[in-house]
């Protein structure tokens, strides 16, 4: 303990902790300065914890700054999505605080979305959740309301994946220039806006390949892949490329009025949306979309064998689950281990009597009575037992073993 007085000053304390010095001066008497370096030392040595100030934004903030954040790390598509959702949640919540919207909230807003259907409700609950961890994340909130809200049941069905000769006959049905669009992204698998935003550099004769973009990935980032051109896509770009305009780098472009600059415009295309419903009905084929055509291709290449590694890095999947999703064809591996039942004894030979048609008799002979015991054994049953637990023991009800009592009683 230093204590010690100074001329002019009066007594003063000094003294360290943690690498820290702590002194003050002015105390008339050595007490008062004692005293008063007891009570720092025990302020330092055991320091009040400051107040918890409970952090929180308005919805409204909220939201915007995701829909910031979405806009300049995600794709065009997924920020339309994203703001889709986002004008829903800004009509229900927006003049609310995010600690005043509760779990309760929540929840009855994803069952009100439900009777759309639990898929619609799910991929809202998915970005409600998305939204609240960023906030989170980002320290504006400290509570995600959608913590321990379970997605809905949904009934998964199987994708369509059209045949090729339908996917062949729909494509004969477009012009020239759809046509080479359309080959395009069957022969290289791509995603729609992936050849949408093909560009001349991304083409190499060289190597015969091409380079395709994605966003598809955590964070945003735009990655390539490189997929190699088969003769025919290369049949299809290099007459493109001889008739290309030089000042226009895109391989698949389209020229339209712009109502906002009111003048002709030329650039790629964003998503060509009803020409497949058209084509489609000139071919008098089954609808599907062009993403069916990647799931085509997969399956395709699966079926003559290639490796699902292969494939997956074809279609650009960072996931093999993923790519196992557009495997939709029985490939020789399956239908070999279902051949193998033939090899089960009682497997290989089909009873005649499931081919004869006398055996399709009404119901009430396949729920025909059980097989009465003896008139001893049943009442010895019955006495040892108990009507109820007999019955149970025949599968049949205990007014039924009281029946048959009767009816061997006369």
């Known amino acids: 303990m230093s204590l010690y007085f100074v001329e002019g000053k009066g007594w003063r304390y000094e003294f360290e902790h943690k690498k820290v010095r702590y002194t003050k001066a002015w105390f008339k008497k050595k007490s008062e300065a004692k005293a008063a370096e007891a009570e720092r030392r025990k302020e330092v040595k055991n320091p009040t914890p400051e107040p918890m100030i409970p952090i929180d934004t308005d919805f409204l903030t909220l939201v915007n700054r995701r829909l910031d954040y979405v806009k300049t790390y995600n794709s065009e598509g997924h920020f339309k999505d994203v703001l889709y959702h986002c004008r829903r949640w800004v009509k229900e919540w927006q003049d609310l605080k995010c600690s005043e919207i509760t779990h309760t909230m929540i929840e009855d807003y994803i069952i009100k979305r439900s009777k759309a259907s639990p898929i619609v409700a799910n ?10 961890n960023y906030g989170i994340k980002r320290k504006m909130i400290e ?14 069905r199987k994708k369509y994946i059209p045949p090729k000769d339908d996917v062949v006959r729909v494509i004969s049905m477009a012009d020239p220039d759809t ?16 050849v949408n935003s093909l560009t001349w550099d991304d083409v190499s004769f060289t190597d015969r390949s ?17 997929v190699p051109m088969v003769p025919k896509l290369y049949e299809i770009l290099h007459h493109r490329f001889q008739q290309r305009k030089d000042e226009l780098p895109w391989v698949f472009w389209h020229e339209y009025w712009c109502r906002n600059t009111r003048q002709w ?9 009803k020409i497949m ?51 939709h064809s029985i490939g020789d591996a399956e239908r070999k281990a279902m051949n193998k039942l033939q090899q089960v004894d009682g497997f290989s030979r089909i009873d005649a009597t499931l081919l004869d048609k006398s055996v399709n008799m009404s119901r009430s002979f396949w729920k025909r009575k059980v097989k009465r015991p003896s008139l001893e054994i049943l009442m010895s049953e019955i006495n040892n037992l108990g009507f109820s637990a007999v019955g149970r023991k ?17």
Request: glycine letters at 8%; aromatic letters at 10%.
């Open 277 to 327: 419903g058209t084509l489609c009905e000139r071919a008098n084929v089954r609808y599907f979309r062009y993403h069916a055509m990647r799931h085509l291709t997969a399956s395709i290449l699966d079926e003559m064998g290639i490796p699902i590694g292969t494939i997956q890095r074809i279609l650009g999947h960072q996931n093999r689950k993923t790519t196992e999703i557009y495997l």
């Open 123 to 132: 991929k809202e609950l998915q970005y409600l959740r998305a939204l609240f």
């Open 179 to 194: 046509q080479h669009y359309l080959w395009t992204i069957v022969l290289t698998a791509g995603r729609v806006n992936e």
């Open 394 to 410: 025949y599968g049949v009800s205990d007014n039924a073993v009281r029946k048959w009592m009767k009816g061997y009683k006369g």
């Open 265 to 273: 415009v030329r650039a790629p295309y964003k998503d060509r949306k």
């Open 210 to 226: 091409i380079t395709l973009w994605t966003r598809k990935r955590k964070n945003g980032n735009k990655e390539p892949r490189e």
């Open 143 to 156: 509570n995600n309301p959608t913590d321990q809200i379970g997605f809905l049941p949904v009934e998964k």
